[in-house]
């Protein structure tokens, strides 16, 4: 068995965490109670988890807009992500920033970014500082289709060769940004290709399959932490969910979601595998599908019972640390 | 009219209109007029390239729906995300023939973009000698209210205010929404036009005709003698709703919406400071080198002769706009807030 | 002390430096005294790659010469053109260790940067509820005089200061230029250091040692008490030497200068306006939503019952900066126009 | 022959008068009749020369802060520039622009550009113009191997591909971005390649010889006339002199410069071929010499003998075309 089990549930644990999640989210969303814009990543759970998986606490992720993925994968509480989420002044960033703000210093987690293309130069800062302190920490991005295009995100993959940064550049491609088609937004072929051209090695995997990505990834981690510079793994997925929770979702294809949801889903391609294998039961995982339902059940009940920030002293808090 | 709506009358047939429609409008007109008219942006219509509907978007905020069935992929452009590449594409088209109406999504992105705004489009006609004209819109909506957190709230016309080159509009009713629209996209200069995104619903009797609002030229939703209120954009809906609970108390307040805020219409509030001597400015941005400093500043140095108070500024704190709700309250300037000034500049 | 030099007084072993080597000094001091701290951007070096001399240029102003010797590439990291990506790998060392002086060769540049220094950089802490810090120096040159264009000679300084979660420093001699750098160094908060290109040479005496000058507290470089003249970065000079002649006919100048404009010494302003009842406020800056105004407006607000004459602000005009020798000292404020705007609060 | 003499002899002129009036702009800088920062192209002709020589004025160019050589290459009024270096109101600017804001939109010439990639965004602008009016111009960026770094430049080239834009990118590779190397710039081992990546054809030339550099940018011309979309040229090339005048270049080799200017001077290299291939004499050209020797004498008299602008009524006008 090429996986250890404990890191077979661990995985299967992280993606149905986000699953889970995610889902109760839009359902929290949906019922008033989550404000603002938030943006699902359910159907894209293998990414996430296969990328984060075997860092620590200091190696560091840089997020996107949809990034409750990949706060939880990097193990962050999902207790303070939806208090959070529904600005409560216990969550993770005093219900200041929100779904599309969260971030987790202490976790390695860099913060999502509302800004397409914020992240990657910032995750270049993560790698720059590991590299100058011999840490030998890496950091990875995660970047989507559309934010490809964004010219901070090329800047950065360029300045990451030349400074041979520890970076592992993750492109989700989800086929979408926002209502507009991957292959609309990309006027290359392949996005692996054109990052391939940047200097650093480049490999496009299915990113429904977590297997095919934890390995790819792995093997991005290593050379980065061994000091070879960074690379690109485009990561093919599928987006479960709207563009925001409440996209209407006009430019989809008849049936599109529904067959993904059938045949592209993550979690069920992962739970075929390793029975198929002989790597895990199926009981092992429906036990763990419980808990969670019943973690972030709480979770919940504990965002939706925790205190309102102050609109005086918390307001005007946190800008400085000094001034 | 309505409330909000300004004090010119225009003839012909009206309609309520939402601020939304109202945008649409004008620039649906005008494409019809003039074919050199175009519409750039990411999802201004939306489904590019996908299997589904076509105008699926229209603008995330259905500004733009409808305008690509009718004039096409050619004429309503989905982009790539790469603001720089929006803003520039709309400036050389500008010189070269085009009347663009660029859209940042969200004005917040102006940090992508912002080269190609303030030292490309801005500064060509005074580089090149005079020798340029680039007649450009860039659309970006603004504002606070939406729970949208600090990366998507944020007011930002003080930034564009301060660049030379640049006109600055921000409507605040559905009827100066369609008029100032019109005389942008005709306007042969780069035009900055910040819609409110809490304002799109809100409606007010419209012309169903075509017709151009001249910048620099305040509307005066309200007209009193006891203090004069100058605010901009959504803070004119709190400026008028507190003008109305004063008119109740016997205070009486001249409200003034610059509506263009370069060019300001400075004229209008020295002219109502002489007859009221009292001053409040009401603005979302933020204060330090902001709107309402600025509108303070300029009668401080013209109008000073007219004071009798000091003059009280209601703005946004110098933070981020927050996520939590409460926060965001907190954070935006409101009726209470407009009054408690009022009063202080009375008082005093 | 000489002309330009502040009010604090340090004991110690001192020198005469010009202001770039003031900054050099401090600069070099910190990384001595702290690894953590690199210098990374454009030509910080020069020669990387290339077949002849390394440490060519030590930034095109020779601001960081010798540092690279000394320090190696790997703390003195020369850079792509690339100012997001440097601006951004310097937010993001910053979350993770590192105190980064990130350089914008011209401060012109932040049009290509500026997400990452509003958007990202300067809400960090605010947007994680206070969770991180961001310990990073943005080092730019400002300002005209040099016939650079319109695209090399902006100030810029009225817009990151209308951003929260951003320092802004100015320093107007070489003594503050040095202390003021240690403090951007050591403080824990993003801190946007402008230094005026005119002024490299300007030289005054200097300590050996390393001084930290806090923010926010003015500088009196003449004391009077007829009328009060703020002035920043350059301007200084020319408010100083105006009053200097206005001296000699018995005008007594109370010349501000506040050394860093977020935060600003606002009392000081006000107490001396207490005092002088009259104010000038003299700034490189456009005019519209402008530092300048901001002080105006602030006075306006706070300080409206000591006034005793309209406050003058004495700025660049609405304009971008013209490249013509002629043009460009028509466009910069100097001594006369601070002059005539003093004789003018006077005469009043 | 497969060149017309009357080409031959328009494409020498052209790139002479380049070299004379860089040439004489150095020594006037230096004599101080120019203010602010220069940057020279000369050594840089043939590549000018060879995208322009074709254009019409309807054509459109977008230049950068090297922009001399192509103003000139695309019909600029010597006598216009030459004053508007020199800051006066008779210059093509009114002497508001100045070596880095030159333009001359008459002639095509969108602007100099002293913001390091500001232009291809613009001259994608000047390129949908041309697609939306049908009217079949086609637009050109300038750019160096420095400024292919910048993300506004890569933004440019995908758009320029999804949207099928008549733009022909041109790189000037000379091997330096001010004192840094191409080669540590750029991470890729071939900016070409990298640009190729973008989905768009892209071929690498020798920017030294104008009739390769001349033939490559023919057939993309071509194509992005007729709708074929965009290209990227690369041409190698050397800058003879410093990055601004004035500059020590102490980060160049040792006899670098001096053998650059014995063995890679496009000029001689020009006149070497069509002597060896019998298209030109000798003495047509060194006619072409004299007279352009002549020209810019006058250029420079003209220049210094026009007046100054108006410190009042210049300074404030041509803000906006109405406020
Ligand atoms: C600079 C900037 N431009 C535009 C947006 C609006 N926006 C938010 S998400 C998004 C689409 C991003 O697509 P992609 O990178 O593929 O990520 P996905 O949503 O598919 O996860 C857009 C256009 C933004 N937030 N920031
Ligand atoms: C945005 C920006 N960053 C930096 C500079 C400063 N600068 C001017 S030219 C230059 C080098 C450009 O190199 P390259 O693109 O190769 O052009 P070359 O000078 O070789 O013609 C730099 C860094 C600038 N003008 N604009
Ligand atoms: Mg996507
Ligand atoms: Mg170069």
């Given at each position: 068995?090429?996986?250890?089990?404990?890191?077979?549930?661990?995985?299967?644990?992280?993606?149905?965490?986000?699953?889970?999640?995610?889902?109760?989210?839009?359902?929290?969303?949906?019922?008033?109670?989550?404000?603002?814009?938030?943006?699902?990543?359910?159907?894209?759970?293998?990414?996430?988890?296969?990328?984060?998986?075997?860092?620590?606490?200091?190696?560091?992720?840089?997020?996107?807009?949809?990034?409750?993925?990949?706060?939880?994968?990097?193990?962050?509480?999902?207790?303070?992500?939806?208090?959070?989420?529904?600005?409560?002044?216990?969550?993770?960033?005093?219900?200041?920033?929100?779904?599309?703000?969260?971030?987790?210093?202490?976790?390695?987690?860099?913060?999502?970014?509302?800004?397409?293309?914020?992240?990657?130069?910032?995750?270049?800062?993560?790698?720059?500082?590991?590299?100058?302190?011999?840490?030998?920490?890496?950091?990875?991005?995660?970047?989507?289709?559309?934010?490809?295009?964004?010219?901070?995100?090329?800047?950065?993959?360029?300045?990451?060769?030349?400074?041979?940064?520890?970076?592992?550049?993750?492109?989700?491609?989800?086929?979408?940004?926002?209502?507009?088609?991957?292959?609309?937004?990309?006027?290359?072929?392949?996005?692996?290709?054109?990052?391939?051209?940047?200097?650093?090695?480049?490999?496009?995997?299915?990113?429904?399959?977590?297997?095919?990505?934890?390995?790819?990834?792995?093997?991005?981690?290593?050379?980065?932490?061994?000091?070879?510079?960074?690379?690109?793994?485009?990561?093919?997925?599928?987006?479960?969910?709207?563009?925001?929770?409440?996209?209407?979702?006009?430019?989809?294809?008849?049936?599109?979601?529904?067959?993904?949801?059938?045949?592209?889903?993550?979690?069920?391609?992962?739970?075929?595998?390793?029975?198929?294998?002989?790597?895990?039961?199926?009981?092992?995982?429906?036990?763990?599908?419980?808990?969670?339902?019943?973690?972030?059940?709480?979770?919940?009940?504990?965002?939706?019972?925790?205190?309102?920030?102050?609109?005086?002293?918390?307001?005007?808090?946190?800008?400085?640390?000094?001034? | 009219?309505?409330?909000?709506?300004?004090?010119?009358?225009?003839?012909?047939?009206?309609?309520?209109?939402?601020?939304?429609?109202?945008?649409?409008?004008?620039?649906?007109?005008?494409?019809?007029?003039?074919?050199?008219?175009?519409?750039?942006?990411?999802?201004?219509?939306?489904?590019?390239?996908?299997?589904?509907?076509?105008?699926?978007?229209?603008?995330?905020?259905?500004?733009?729906?409808?305008?690509?069935?009718?004039?096409?992929?050619?004429?309503?452009?989905?982009?790539?995300?790469?603001?720089?590449?929006?803003?520039?594409?709309?400036?050389?088209?500008?010189?070269?023939?085009?009347?663009?109406?660029?859209?940042?999504?969200?004005?917040?992105?102006?940090?992508?973009?912002?080269?190609?705004?303030?030292?490309?489009?801005?500064?060509?006609?005074?580089?090149?000698?005079?020798?340029?004209?680039?007649?450009?819109?860039?659309?970006?909506?603004?504002?606070?209210?939406?729970?949208?957190?600090?990366?998507?709230?944020?007011?930002?016309?003080s930034?564009?205010t301060?660049?030379?080159?640049?006109?600055?509009?921000?409507?605040?009713?559905?009827?100066?929404?369609?008029?100032?629209?019109?005389?942008?996209?005709?306007?042969?200069?780069?035009?900055?036009?910040?819609?409110?995104?809490?304002?799109?619903?809100?409606?007010?009797?419209?012309?169903?005709?075509?017709?151009?609002?001249?910048?620099g030229?305040a509307a005066f939703p309200r007209q009193g003698k006891d203090v004069t209120i100058v605010a901009i954009?959504?803070m004119v809906?709190h400026a008028i709703?507190a003008a109305?609970?004063l008119a109740?108390e016997g205070i009486s307040c001249d409200v003034i919406d610059p509506?263009?805020v370069?060019p300001m219409d400075d004229e209008a509030i020295l002219e109502s400071v002489e007859v009221t001597g009292r001053l409040v400015v009401v603005d979302?941005g933020?204060p330090r080198c902001g709107l309402a400093s600025d509108i303070a500043g300029i009668v401080a140095e013209k109008g000073f002769h007219s004071l009798r108070a000091p003059i009280r500024t209601v703005t946004?704190?110098?933070?981020?706009?927050?996520?939590?709700?409460?926060?965001?309250?907190?954070?935006?300037p409101?009726?209470?807030k407009v009054l408690a000034a009022v009063r202080e500049v009375l008082g005093a």
């Amino acid at each position: 068995m090429p996986y250890q089990e404990e890191f077979l549930l661990r995985a299967y644990r992280s993606m149905r965490t986000i699953r889970e999640f995610e889902e109760r989210c839009i359902a929290e969303f949906m019922g008033g109670n989550v404000p603002g814009f938030v943006h699902a990543s359910n159907g894209q759970e293998a990414i996430a988890v296969a990328a984060c998986i075997d860092l620590s606490d200091s190696d560091i992720i840089g997020s996107t807009h949809r990034g409750h993925g990949h706060c939880i994968a990097k193990g962050c509480d999902i207790g303070g992500m939806m208090k959070e989420i529904m600005g409560r002044s216990t969550g993770l960033c005093k219900g200041k920033g929100g779904s599309m703000h969260i971030a987790d210093i202490d976790k390695g987690m860099l913060g999502a970014n509302a800004i397409v293309g914020g992240g990657p130069p910032l995750v270049n800062g993560a790698a720059l500082a590991s590299k100058t302190l011999g840490t030998k920490n890496v950091a990875l991005s995660f970047n989507g289709d559309g934010s490809a295009n964004q010219g901070t995100a090329m800047e950065a993959m360029n300045m990451a060769v030349v400074l041979q940064l520890p970076h592992v550049f993750i492109y989700e491609n989800n086929g979408y940004a926002e209502g507009t088609a991957a292959n609309y937004g990309l006027g290359c072929d392949s996005l692996t290709d054109r990052n391939a051209g940047f200097g650093m090695p480049a490999e496009c995997v299915d990113g429904n399959d977590f297997f095919a990505t934890y390995e790819a990834i792995k093997v991005a981690t290593k050379r980065a932490r061994d000091g070879g510079g960074p690379t690109s793994i485009e990561a093919k997925c599928v987006r479960f969910d709207g563009h925001f929770i409440g996209d209407p979702q006009l430019y989809r294809g008849k049936d599109e979601v529904k067959n993904a949801r059938k045949n592209q889903d993550c979690l069920k391609i992962f739970r075929d595998r390793v029975i198929k294998e002989g790597w895990l039961k199926t009981a092992a995982m429906d036990a763990i599908d419980k808990e969670i339902k019943v973690e972030i059940e709480q979770a919940v009940a504990d965002g939706l019972a925790a205190p309102h920030p102050d609109p005086v002293t918390d307001l005007m808090s946190d800008v400085y640390c000094s001034y | 009219m309505t409330n909000n709506s300004n004090n010119a009358q225009v003839a012909g047939k009206t309609s309520i209109k939402t601020y939304r429609d109202a945008i649409n409008d004008a620039i649906r007109e005008e494409m019809r007029r003039d074919p050199t008219v175009i519409v750039l942006g990411e999802e201004v219509s939306g489904g590019a390239g996908c299997d589904g509907e076509d105008d699926a978007y229209g603008g995330v905020f259905g500004v733009t729906k409808g305008l690509m069935p009718e004039f096409g992929r050619e004429r309503v452009i989905d982009t790539p995300i790469s603001e720089a590449a929006i803003i520039g594409a709309a400036a050389g088209a500008a010189n070269n023939g085009l009347r663009p109406i660029a859209e940042l999504m969200f004005f917040d992105f102006i940090g992508v973009s912002f080269d190609q705004i303030f030292n490309q489009a801005a500064k060509f006609r005074y580089m090149f000698g005079g020798k340029s004209k680039t007649p450009m819109v860039i659309r970006g909506t603004v504002g606070g209210g939406w729970r949208a957190g600090a990366q998507h709230s944020s007011m930002l016309h003080s930034i564009v205010t301060h660049i030379a080159g640049l006109k600055v509009v921000m409507p605040s009713n559905a009827y100066d929404a369609k008029g100032l629209m019109v005389q942008a996209i005709r306007d042969d200069d780069p035009v900055i036009f910040l819609e409110h995104k809490v304002m799109y619903d809100n409606e007010c009797e419209v012309p169903d005709e075509q017709y151009a609002i001249p910048f620099g030229e305040a509307a005066f939703p309200r007209q009193g003698k006891d203090v004069t209120i100058v605010a901009i954009s959504n803070m004119v809906t709190h400026a008028i709703a507190a003008a109305d609970i004063l008119a109740e108390e016997g205070i009486s307040c001249d409200v003034i919406d610059p509506r263009t805020v370069s060019p300001m219409d400075d004229e209008a509030i020295l002219e109502s400071v002489e007859v009221t001597g009292r001053l409040v400015v009401v603005d979302e941005g933020n204060p330090r080198c902001g709107l309402a400093s600025d509108i303070a500043g300029i009668v401080a140095e013209k109008g000073f002769h007219s004071l009798r108070a000091p003059i009280r500024t209601v703005t946004a704190p110098h933070t981020p706009v927050p996520f939590a709700p409460e926060l965001e309250d907190a954070y935006l300037p409101n009726v209470d807030k407009v009054l408690a000034a009022v009063r202080e500049v009375l008082g005093a």
